[in-house]
């Protein structure tokens, strides 16, 4: 019985994580003026599968982890931006 609670609190935690993760990739691009076509070319995934990750509401369906790993090296470093040809930060107008 426990490990079933156990079981459906993991399950629950990674459905939100999948959530932020798609939050935060919609973040990253408008950061960076991307397009969804754009970060599915970086990660050499099919735009329609890049789409149905973004656009689904199923804990089944959800974007790579490399996605977040990816990110994060492109936000730390502008050698990797410049490498798979990302320009710099969009700056926020007033």
């Not at 459906?8 to 993760?21: F, K, Q, Y």
Request: a positive charge; glycine letters at 6%.
């Amino acid at each position: 019985m426990a490990a079933s609670f156990v079981a459906m609190a993991v399950l629950a935690h990674l459905a939100g994580a999948s959530m932020r993760l798609k939050d935060r990739i919609r973040a990253f691009a408008e950061k960076y003026g991307l397009t969804h076509e754009q970060l599915a070319e970086m990660i050499t995934t099919p735009y329609g599968t890049f789409q149905k990750w973004m656009r689904s509401d199923e804990g089944s369906v959800k974007p790579p982890a490399c996605m977040l790993t990816l990110m994060e090296i492109l936000e730390e470093s502008s050698e990797a931006r410049r490498i798979v040809g990302i320009n710099e930060a969009k700056r926020s107008e007033k």
